[in-house]
Nanobody, 125 residues
Framework: QVQLTESGGGVVQAGGSLRLSCAAS????????????LGWFRQATGKEREFVAR????????YYADSVKGRFILFRDSAENTVNLEMNNLKPEDTAVYYC??????????????WGQGTQVTVSS
């Protein structure tokens, strides 16, 4: 089984920045041939969960939702199965619970194999 441990999040004023981190661990991770595909989803109160950003399992190709493109940056840490989501110029509409997700597929799918427990990001106006 794979465990996803999230850190970061909190409260920030509009225009500010936050960094979220997610580390994957577990016996399954060590058995994988290559890294996991990793990324983030978010869910605002009363809304459906939506895709935010992803990084491919091999090659490190990134892809972003239009709503965060140009403001958020997703990158792998020196540890292969750890990713950071640098969130800049945050807006109140970015307020949500952010979930790390991991997939054994080459890229993160809409139904990832593993989920983190979520971390709250609140942007005040």
């Amino acid at each position: 089984q794979v465990q996803l441990t999230e850190s970061g999040g909190g409260v920030v004023q509009a225009g500010g920045s936050l960094r979220l981190s997610c580390a994957a661990s577990g016996r399954t991770v060590s058995a994988l041939d290559g890294a996991l595909a990793l990324g983030w989803f978010r869910q605002a109160t009363g809304k459906e969960r939506e895709f935010v950003a992803r990084i491919s399992r091999i090659g490190g190709m990134t892809y972003y939702a239009d709503s965060v493109k140009g403001r958020f940056i997703l990158f792998r840490d020196s540890a292969e199965n750890t990713v950071n989501l640098e969130m800049n110029n945050l807006k109140p509409e970015d307020t949500a619970v952010y979930y790390c997700a991991a997939d054994r597929n080459p890229v993160l799918t809409s139904s990832p194999d593993y989920w983190g427990q979520g971390t709250q990001v609140t942007v005040s106006s």
